[in-house]
């Protein structure tokens, strides 16, 4: 990889993506570009274009453009959104998709994006979910990510695209603000118990998520790449996991920072029954043993540098 474009930079996995790979490749070497502009580093410190991921002529235009060697497709609708918006959710999670894997496929570029523990339903084993399993997701976003892996497969057995994966648990990250996702509790949990010290949880207890420090997710995407692809069995949708918690857990964690926060529910049914219907806890083995997948944050330790972050970030 030398000149990578991110579609979706601006949001949660992309403002720190771009970010870690402008220092790690040169600032010039990565093109962000989203549907819009913002005040953000991604769009002032190197290069970053408009692109709309389902104009197909405007993606391939620009990636011909920049001369880039990889697309990192992130352009998506998350969970909670592409539920109450389903048409819409699909048109953008697979138009965008088949439009980039096209690009891909048209100018011999390497591809990543980021499937998710979304991609699983209620009738997948919930507790070490295995890498090849039951997919039978019950949301317009599991039957986006399911179908998605199914795509970059064919684009790679059928046009020798050299796809790659993921599934990426709820990603926890003190950069962007929650984007619409049923995981998003995991990260205003944060900003609450530092604001107000207590927090009212939209999940319920006891409901299990696997969950990953943004920093963990970033090294996973980077050592995927940078793997050797004739060592890897699996192409897309490697499970990657590194917590598996429920609302309480974050509580606990908190508490040894804050000892008088206080969690509370007030449970929203939709994000209630999407997370119900995604495993506990998923195996990660195959990441491990293909490409050397091992995260480095658990609840504890990502609390501590969430919290510290997070008061830089607020001023507190
Ligand atoms: C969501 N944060 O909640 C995303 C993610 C596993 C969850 O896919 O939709």
Redesign the pocket.
């Known amino acids: 990889m030398k000149k990578i474009l991110i579609t979706g930079a601006l949001g ?1 996995i992309g403002s720190e993506l771009t970010m870690a790979l402008r220092e790690k490749y040169g600032q010039n070497q990565v093109i962000a570009t989203d549907i819009r502009e913002a005040d953000s580093p991604v769009v002032t410190e190197g290069p970053f274009e408009v692109l709309d991921v389902t104009d197909y002529n405007a993606m391939y235009e620009l990636t011909e453009k920049h001369e880039v060697d990889t697309i990192m497709h992130l352009a998506a609708l ?5 539920e109450n918006n389903p048409k819409f959710a699909w048109d953008l999670n697979m138009g965008g998709l088949v439009n980039a894997l096209e690009v891909a496929r048209e100018l011999n570029l390497k591809f990543f994006t ?1 499937s ?3 991609a699983f339903g209620p009738t997948t084993p919930k507790i070490k979910t295995p890498q090849d399993t039951v997919q039978r997701p019950t949301t317009m ?1 599991g039957v986006n ?1 399911v179908s998605g892996e199914l795509l970059c497969d064919y684009y790679y057995y059928r046009f020798g695209v050299d796809t790659r994966g993921v599934r ?4 926890i990250s003190y950069v962007t603000e ?7 509790y995991a990260v205003e949990i944060y900003y609450e118990a530092l604001k107000n010290k207590k927090y009212s949880s939209f999940i319920a207890e006891g409901t299990y ?2 969950m990953m420090y943004m920093p963990d997710a970033i090294q996973a995407i980077i050592q995927l790449m940078e793997a050797d692809g004739d060592k890897l069995e699996h192409r897309n949708a490697f499970n990657v996991t590194a917590i598996s918690a429920a609302p309480e857990d974050f509580a606990k964690a908190i508490q040894k920072h804050i000892p008088d926060f206080e969690l509370t529910y007030e449970v929203d049914p939709v ?1 209630q029954s ?1 997370a119900e219907s ?1 495993p506990d806890s998923i195996d990660s083995d195959c990441a491990k043993r293909e490409w050397g997948f091992e995260p480095e944050y658990d609840i504890d330790k990502m609390t501590a540098n969430m919290l510290e972050k997070l008061r830089e970030k607020l001023g507190l």
Do not use: E, H, V
């Open positions: 949660q998350l969970s909670a959104k592409a980021p998710s523990i979304g976003y990510k990426f648990p709820g990603l929650p984007g619409g996702g049923t995981t998003d998520m696997d994000r999407i995604w």
